[in-house]
Structures are given as C-alpha cells and as structure tokens.
C-alpha cells in the first residue's frame, strides 16, 4: 500500500499517489468500470541470475461526477498525479 491524497473541487477531482522507488516505466494507471487502478511493479536482478521484485496496487471507485474518459496523469520525483475532469 502507498500513501493517497484525494482533493476534489467543482471542476476536477485529483488523486496523487507517492511512489518512491519507481518510474514512471514502473507505474501502471487504468481505469475500467468505473475503477481507477493505479499498479506499480519493480523487478531487480541481483547478483547471478537472481531476480527481486515488489509490486503495489491501490483500487478505488470513482464518484460518478467524474468523466473517466478526460484523464490527465503525470509523474514526477516518486509521485504520480491522476486528473479527472468533472462531468458538467
């Protein structure tokens, strides 16, 4: 699990996740029925052929006021925001 800020105002709804440790290759966003799904997944080789690997996931239901189709995501130092648009 990571830390999850959630600011909602008339206009937008925005969701900031913290990632520290990944990049923005690492980082999966999607949204399907109404879901937004944010994954993050960091493989490692260490030494001789061993490999490590962490894997977060946070799901949340979006309020129907947002249009899932206008998404806007950008991540930057460990943290990726997510912006939906208000359905007017």
Known sequence: MFNVEINETDE???????????????????????????IGEKREENGVGAERSFRVLSSMLLPRSVDTLKIDSYFDDGVITVTFRKLR
Do not use: P, W
Not at 20 to 28: A, F, Q, R, S, V
């Open 12 to 38: 937008e709804l925005r969701i900031i996740a913290e990632l520290h440790g990944l990049t923005g290759n690492d980082i999966d966003v999607s949204v399907e029925d109404g879901v937004l799904t944010i």
